[in-house]
């Protein structure tokens, strides 16, 4: 039997144990090949097991898992501003995106990317914020061509385990409504 590959993206406020077992295996995979969101070397099963069920428990966190042939293959968070943060508080973040390699080449990544934007417009945020390591080119080209506008350089954003630096790029995108940065008739921003 021949097909395309199933794949899915849904928020996951519960993890059964399948579900943990699939997400750590996800993840300890795109860690060793470089795409861990912040870890260099897996981590041991236990803390990585912590990390997960951690994350769907504290507030203002969102943790979307992309499915391929119903297996958890990548994962991503949606972070709200906290409730003090009234300055920022129309802009949300997505954070610690991966896929795994054996599940890339799909569209997984970029649909885990829209669900987490769809939501976020749900919950009425007007802009995304992002930031992913220059050496991750093909996120990189993911989230441009998604409309994410690059805005920053930082030049040591990252030390990766040969204790090498790497710059990092910081994005946003606008979801509803235009741009405060774009200029208007007239001259005014």
Do not use: C
């Given at each position: 039997m021949s097909g395309a590959a199933e794949t899915s993206v849904a928020i996951v406020g519960e993890l059964s144990g399948r579900d943990l077992d699939e997400l750590c295996d996800a993840a300890e995979a795109a860690i060793k090949e470089g795409g861990g969101f912040g870890w260099l070397t897996p981590p041991p099963r236990q803390v990585q097991e912590s990390y997960w069920k951690?994350?769907?428990?504290?507030?203002?966190r969102t943790l979307f898992v992309g499915r391929l042939d119903g297996v958890i293959a990548g994962s991503a968070q949606l972070f709200r501003p906290t409730r003090n943060n009234e300055a920022q508080a129309a802009a949300c973040t997505l954070k610690s995106a991966f896929v795994a390699p054996w599940?890339?080449?799909?569209?997984?990544?970029?649909?885990?990317?829209?669900?987490?934007?769809?939501?976020?417009?749900?919950?009425?945020?007007?802009?995304?914020?992002?930031?992913?390591?220059?050496?991750?080119?093909?996120?990189?080209?993911?989230?441009?061509?998604?409309?994410?506008m690059h805005w920053g350089t930082h030049p040591l954003y990252a030390r990766?385990?040969?204790?090498?630096?790497?710059?990092?790029?910081?994005?946003?995108?606008i979801l509803v409504g235009e741009s405060p940065m774009v200029a208007r008739p007239g001259g005014g921003r």
């Open positions: 951690g994350v769907v428990l504290v507030p203002g599940a890339r080449s799909h569209g997984l990544a970029r649909m885990i990317a829209e669900a987490v934007e769809a939501t976020a417009v749900a919950e009425g945020f007007g802009m995304i914020n992002l930031d992913v390591r220059e050496t991750q080119g093909a996120a990189i080209a993911m989230y441009e061509s998604l409309g994410y990766l385990a040969d204790g090498t630096w790497v710059p990092g790029r910081y994005y946003y995108k």
